[in-house]
């Protein structure tokens, strides 16, 4: 079963805003994960943001994480069109000796120029 | 070299062929996978190796058969597959084999069973 799940599943916005999304996941977990894919390409990491961690950046990326509400946000600042692609969050589902990733459904953002 | 390379990028294969899929990395990592992908659903593990050892086998049908030579190469062996089994196979790699690292994607293998 899926561990995460997100929200929205799909957005569209103007170059230049901000692009918010979020994931829920049910189980606890020691880090979560946040990858983008171009359209029928493989996923790049964006960044990892640890269980005692609560908020991270990277370039214009921005991720909290909440713990308590077992949830995550990926901020995108200032966006342009090259954002333009489906967001991923993963959480390791921890088995032993060996990464086990599991992928919330995803949101597909597009940037409108 | 921070890539993982994937052949073919496209494959069609009728249902009584046998094929394999291949990657690779050079990156020195330990840990590599292997994930399937269905048009607009996330990635869904299949496959992990750890030191070139099967470590992880997502209860996958055995008509797909993963194969790890050394530890740069991942093989994935296919035969008598289903139309269903159309997809985008991903493989990934990642520097360590336990929680916390990330992985590293190949841009896929197109697969269409016919």
């Known amino acids: 079963s899926q561990q995460g799940e997100e929200d929205p599943q799909a957005l569209s916005i103007q170059e230049g805003e901000n692009a918010t999304m979020n994931c829920s996941y049910k189980?606890?977990?020691?880090?979560l994960q946040w990858y983008r894919q171009n359209s029928g390409r493989g996923l790049v990491h964006l960044i990892l943001i640890r269980s005692n961690e609560r908020e991270k950046h990277s370039g214009r990326l921005r991720v909290t994480l909440d713990t308590s509400k077992k949830s995550s946000s990926l901020l995108i600042t200032a966006s342009r069109a090259a954002d333009t692609a489906s967001y991923f969050c993963?959480?390791?589902?921890?088995?032993?000796?060996?990464?086990?990733?599991?992928f919330g459904q995803g949101t597909r953002l597009t940037i409108n120029p | 070299d921070t890539e993982v390379t994937q052949t073919p990028k496209h494959l069609v294969m009728g249902m009584t062929n046998k094929k394999s899929l291949k990657c690779e990395q050079h990156m020195g990592h330990r840990a590599m996978y292997w994930y399937k992908q269905k048009a607009k659903k996330p990635p869904e593990l299949m496959f992990v190796y750890s030191y070139e050892k099967l470590s992880i086998n997502e209860s996958v049908p055995s008509r797909f058969s993963p194969e790890c030579p050394n530890s740069s190469l991942l093989n994935l062996h296919l035969h008598a597959l289903q139309p269903e089994d159309s997809a985008l196979y991903l493989c990934?790699?990642?520097?360590?084999?336990?929680?916390?690292?990330?992985?590293?994607f190949g841009p896929g293998t197109r697969l269409t069973v016919t």
């Open positions: 990934a790699s990642s520097q360590g084999v336990l929680r916390g690292y990330e992985q590293y």
């Open positions: 189980t606890s977990i020691n880090n």
């Open positions: 993963a959480t390791d589902a921890g088995a032993k000796g060996a990464q086990k990733l599991v």
